[in-house]
């Protein structure tokens, strides 16, 4: 079984920053892609950043420039640096981790609240 449990959400205000974590941890293939994705009240769960193990980012184009996703291998981490923080950004944020071999794997995480407001 896999496990991927977030950390670091919370309140800020417009403009700050914050810092997310994911620390994955079980039966994770050794080329899984891991990313974030976030989902705010009433709305579809959106994608926000992945990584893959060779370090190839993708972002959504609401976040580009304003965001940074980061992994580390050794250890199984993906992180989300969050910056210029805007209300609209207000969401669940969920750690995401993928692989194929033979079929797809996909695993979520428990989901960690950020909340942007003055």
């Known amino acids: 079984q896999v496990q991927l449990v977030e950390s670091g959400g919370g309140l800020v205000q417009p403009g700050g920053s914050l810092r997310l974590s994911c620390a994955a941890s079980?039966?994770?293939?050794?080329?899984?892609?891991m990313g974030w994705y976030r989902q705010a009240p009433g709305k579809e769960r959106e994608l926000v950043a992945t990584i893959t193990t060779g370090g190839t980012t993708n972002y959504a184009d609401a976040v580009k420039g304003r965001f940074t996703i980061s992994r580390d291998n050794a250890k199984n981490t993906v992180a989300l640096q969050m910056n210029s923080l805007k209300p609209e950004d207000t969401a669940v944020y969920y750690c995401?981790?993928?692989?194929?071999?033979?079929?797809?794997?996909?695993?979520w995480g428990q989901g960690t609240q950020v909340t942007v407001s003055s």
């Open positions: 079980g039966s994770i293939d050794s080329i899984a892609t």
């Open positions: 995401h981790v993928w692989w194929f071999f033979y079929k797809v794997y996909n695993y």
